[in-house]
């Protein structure tokens, strides 16, 4: 017999708008947050948008942040939010990548006013409620509701310039919080629903923005995938993958997108035959014989990253590395076992398709 069904329903979301001219729905939108006083933020790929943006709204826009620096300082963000404060300002408007939705959750929090978000990559930091800063050189992690932002805006136009390399890796990336998110406990069905579609979505997308189909189509399919593929993050326990991921990034400061590619497959691995129903899942929408073996092979044919030898990631280090998370809590379908996450890592380093390994 199989298990009862048992899950909790208690799911946040942004206010979307997706698609094609969906940019045009900015105005009405603020007038709809009943917001006048506005900083825009932008990233450096964005400031031509932004421009325009600053053009259109006119007075409403009192603050320009033209630059963005990964992982959120303190020491870039606070000068700003002091500005900010001399400015009454009611709305943070960002436009770009993670970094510069990151600093605008920060703001969003230090100064308790709504973020609108319009990003142009596929990082899905946009649809959770988790910020992310660094203070004294070390990134820290929290959840607050203020975070989320209020409204967001996906116009997949803004995403055609985004370098094939820098989207297949982030595409991954985005697949990695939903494949963790389908074995979490309690998953709401709602959740797991998005995750799947999402995969599907971001895989097939993946496929034809590499195969040269065309553009647009693909770049709506990854835009789409990475709503819902973040959603999962924002609204679900991740496991061991991104534990793994997490301490990587700050021991060895590895790049992120690259980092969760060349992992996810072997953390998949790892964890399979414990979460056998909802990988199988993954296997079937991958039309592969396993999720890890269908990860891989996708992450293979996209060109995105396999190998943390790639990254120069110490793999002299492993040791260390499952110390440090064996220490850490966690929810995980298969326990912690510190020899196998040695093997787990070490075949992450040599980036051979998951077929054999017995761990
Ligand atoms: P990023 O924002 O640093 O952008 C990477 C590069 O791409 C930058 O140089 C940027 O200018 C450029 N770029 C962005 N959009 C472009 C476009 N359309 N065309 C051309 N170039 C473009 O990187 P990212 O991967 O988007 O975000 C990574 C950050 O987001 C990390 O700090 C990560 O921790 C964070 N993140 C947070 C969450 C969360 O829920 N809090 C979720 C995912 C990622």
Same mark, same amino acid.
């Given at each position: 017999m199989g298990e009862s069904l048992k899950f909790v329903h208690d799911v946040d979301s942004p206010r979307v708008i997706f698609g =094609?001219? %969906?940019? %045009? %729905?900015l105005q009405s939108e603020i007038t709809l947050l009943g917001c006048k006083k506005i900083a825009l933020i932008c990233d450096e790929s964005a400031r031509a948008t932004a421009s325009e943006i600053s053009l259109q709204l006119g007075s409403l826009v009192q603050q320009r942040i033209n630059q963005v620096v990964m992982h959120v300082p303190d020491e870039f963000t606070f000068p700003i939010i002091n500005e900010s404060k001399s400015f009454d300002i009611d709305l943070v408007v960002a436009i770009g990548g993670g970094s510069s939705t990151g600093l605008g959750k920060i703001m969003a929090l230090e100064l308790n006013i709504p973020l609108l978000a319009i990003p142009t990559t596929y990082a899905g930091s946009e649809m959770t409620p988790i910020w992310g800063r660094t203070k004294e050189n070390k990134k820290i992690t929290g959840t607050d509701i203020?975070?989320? *932002?209020r409204v967001v805006l996906y116009e997949?136009? &803004? =995403?055609? %310039? &985004?370098?094939i390399s820098i989207s297949v890796n982030s595409g991954m990336n985005a697949i990695a919080h939903a494949v963790e998110s389908l074995y979490s *406990? $309690?998953?709401s069905p709602l959740v797991e629903l998005a995750a799947l579609r999402g995969i599907e979505s971001m895989s097939q997308g993946l496929r034809e923005l590499v195969g040269g189909k065309n553009i647009s189509e693909s770049r709506e399919k990854l835009f789409l995938g990475s709503m819902l593929c973040g959603f999962t993050l924002g609204n679900a326990k991740m496991g061991l993958h991104h534990k793994i991921c997490h301490t990587l990034g700050g021991m060895f400061n590895l790049p992120h997108a690259q980092m969760h590619s060349a992992v996810l497959p072997y953390a998949i691995k790892y964890n399979e035959v414990y979460a056998k129903e909802s990988m199988n899942k993954v296997a079937e929408i991958l039309h592969s014989h396993t999720a890890s073996q269908g990860l891989w092979n996708l992450a293979r044919e996209v060109g995105a990253e396999t190998a943390l030898k790639n990254l120069d990631f *110490?793999? $002299? $280090?492993a040791g260390n590395v499952a110390e440090v998370i064996s220490n850490a809590t966690m929810v995980n379908p298969r326990p912690f076992e510190k020899e196998n996450v040695v093997k787990l890592l070490k075949a992450a380093y040599n980036g051979t398709r998951p077929d054999d390994e017995s761990w």
């Open positions: =094609t001219g %969906s940019l %045009s %729905s203020k975070v989320l *932002p997949p136009e &803004l =995403t055609h %310039s &985004l370098p *406990p $309690e998953l *110490p793999v $002299e $280090e």
